[in-house]
């Protein structure tokens, strides 16, 4: 088993490397391959390969903390240096509705599931006190509408036992994980499934058009002095994010009522601080830092989190958590199902659907992952949402959980 992470990062370099080489060969196969099978996917699947045929201890490693805390800001920043804020307000309030939209599959979805599962099997949702797997559920619904920092909430709110939790944890990043896979090959194929809906991609293509457009007016071959800049801005709003998310959460967490709340989780913050940063630095001259590749630099960060990301999942644990994991796999399909049905109805692009159900189930992490994948200027959008995510998580798990006690056999 491999547990040195300088290691385990070269080797990830060599992974993306070789997929990002493959993927631009223009041989018949490799085209084919990569037409049905997204390189975004590619990156995040072959290293979670790694972790479950256990070459890595996914888990243990320190890489997904490194990318999560100390690229991603610096990546958001990078991402947001070229975007026009009035055109993301643009958008209009289709991407707002599929967020909302997503929060409510997730709501109902958890009692639904139990419902469900009372009838072919209560034991499998039964339990009493703190191993009511009711209880457990809680904690999905936290990390799957907020984040980490509801999850740990709902485990103390509901005094979910110790053994519950962890097997919780692992049906929360298998189900989202899966689903996650599914979004990056309907990314893929996003204008052809927006043809047959009919969708309206007008404000996107909009968005989009006009940050490519900036970058070919600004673009010309970097010298070191632009890439140390780029570094500097990215990694310097990085340094003051996690110095403004320690302060403002330690703060929180002395105020009576706030202190398990989003508002005293250090990334909540670390994401709000520079993602403001990223969209100020967008009304600045170093706007034009675009055109010596700062979202190009941005988006090999994001990769390499797509890389982590994938390191942690282990496809065998299904099996040895399978009911739990079924159960999981119906609430998913609620809140899948919900989303299917409101995008036809309000004809919103199959972009508003992913990336609404991102900031919902996934948070920070993985929306401007699966924004990215759609366009590199679409990121900004995914952590918009998320943050408002992490706001309405507490909130709507703690509704859920109710819900699901209600309905929970006895």
Excluded at 76 to 105: E, N
Aim: aromatic letters at 12%; glycine letters at 10%.
């Amino acid at each position: 088993m491999i547990t040195n992470d300088a290691f385990l990062f070269g080797l990830l370099a060599i992974i993306l490397g070789g997929i990002f080489y493959t993927a631009s060969i223009k041989t018949p196969f490799w085209q084919k391959f990569y037409t049905y099978i997204p390189m975004v996917l590619m990156c995040y699947f072959v290293p979670s390969l790694i972790n479950t045929f256990g070459l890595v201890d996914g888990e243990n490693s320190k890489l997904y903390f490194v990318a999560s805390r100390y690229l991603l800001p610096a990546c958001l920043v990078m991402l947001t240096l070229s975007v026009d804020f009035k055109r993301i307000v643009a958008l209009g309030p289709k991407a707002l509705i599929m967020f909302l939209t997503g929060t409510v599959g997730v709501v109902i979805g958890g009692p639904i599931a139990i419902l469900i599962f009372s009838v072919i099997d209560p034991s499998v949702v039964g339990g009493h006190g703190p191993e009511s797997v009711w209880r457990a559920m809680t904690t999905v619904a936290g990390s799957w509408i907020g984040g980490g920092a509801n999850q740990a909430a709902m485990k103390e709110v509901f005094q979910v036992s110790d053994r519950m939790f962890s097997i919780m944890v692992t049906v929360d990043i298998l189900v989202a994980e899966v689903w996650m896979a599914a979004l990056l090959i309907m990314a893929a194929r996003h204008r052809e499934i927006d043809r047959k809906n009919g969708a309206d991609v007008g404000a996107i293509d909009d968005l989009r058009k006009n940050v490519e457009a900036f970058q070919k007016e600004h673009a010309r071959i970097p010298m070191a002095k632009d890439l140390m800049i780029i570094f500097a801005l990215g990694f310097g709003v990085m340094g003051l994010a996690h110095f403004g998310a320690d302060n403002l959460s330690a703060m929180f967490k002395n105020i009576p009522g706030y202190e398990t709340s989003n508002f005293s989780s250090q990334f909540f913050w670390l994401v709000v601080i520079a993602t403001t940063a990223g969209l100020l630095l967008s009304f600045t001259p170093a706007k034009k830092l675009e055109g010596v590749g700062a979202s190009s630099i941005g988006t090999i960060f994001i990769f390499i989190l797509v890389a982590t990301i994938g390191l942690k999942m282990d496809i065998m644990a299904i099996f040895e958590h399978l009911s739990m994991f079924l159960v999981g796999a119906v609430w998913m399909l609620v809140h899948v199902a919900l989303l299917f049905i409101v995008r036809r109805i309000i004809k919103a692009p199959i972009f508003f659907l992913a990336v609404g159900s991102k900031a919902n189930i996934g948070g920070a992490a993985s929306a401007p992952v699966l924004a990215a994948a759609f366009h590199p200027s679409l990121a900004p959008v995914g952590v918009l949402l998320a943050v408002l995510g992490y706001i309405l998580g507490t909130y709507a798990a703690l509704f859920t959980g109710t819900l699901m006690e209600m309905v929970a056999p006895i």
